[in-house]
């Protein structure tokens, strides 16, 4: 491989992550659900095209410190992905809020059946 084709994997792969960044920032769903699938496959060819690349050579430190840089750049789309989630299901829960729990919960077919009343279930001592 190439240090040119290994250099413009990761520029791609750059390019992408902020591609996908953005659309998180935006809230578009549809580009941010092709955009992850992008990026998903352009990492792993680019972990593919690292396995068949010699350590050290020209521009590894470079190259080094750019995936460094994207490698601590994901946590924070993770982070605001996440926030966009949550974000999403206050919305849902107002547009759509669940069914209110039952005040009476039957757990049988044809209900509870009735409370003793009068007697004291549990043994006391003085």
């Known amino acids: 491989m190439s240090h040119s084709s290994v250099d413009h994997q990761l520029d791609l792969l750059e390019q992408q992550f902020k591609e996908v960044?953005?659309?998180v920032a935006e809230?578009?769903?549809?580009?941010?659900?092709?955009?992850?699938?992008?990026l998903q496959q352009l990492a792993v060819?680019?972990?593919?095209?690292?396995?068949?690349?010699?350590?050290?050579?020209?521009?590894?430190?470079?190259?080094?410190?750019?995936?460094?840089?994207?490698?601590?750049?994901?946590p924070a789309l993770r982070e605001n992905l996440l926030r966009r989630s949550a974000y999403v299901e206050q919305a849902l829960q107002l547009v759509v809020p669940t069914?209110?729990?039952?005040?009476?919960?039957?757990?049988?077919?044809?209900?509870?059946?009735?409370?003793?009343?009068g007697a004291f279930t549990?043994?006391?001592s003085a």
């Open 45 to 74: 060819h680019f972990v593919q095209m690292m396995d068949g690349v010699e350590p050290g050579g020209l521009g590894a430190s470079n190259r080094a410190s750019r995936i460094k840089a994207l490698a601590q750049s994901f």
């Open 99 to 117: 069914a209110p729990k039952a005040t009476y919960a039957d757990h049988s077919r044809y209900g509870n059946g009735a409370r003793q009343a």
């Open 27 to 38: 809230g578009d769903a549809a580009s941010l659900q092709s955009g992850s699938a992008t």
């Open 122 to 124: 549990t043994a006391l």
């Open 21 to 23: 960044s953005v659309a």
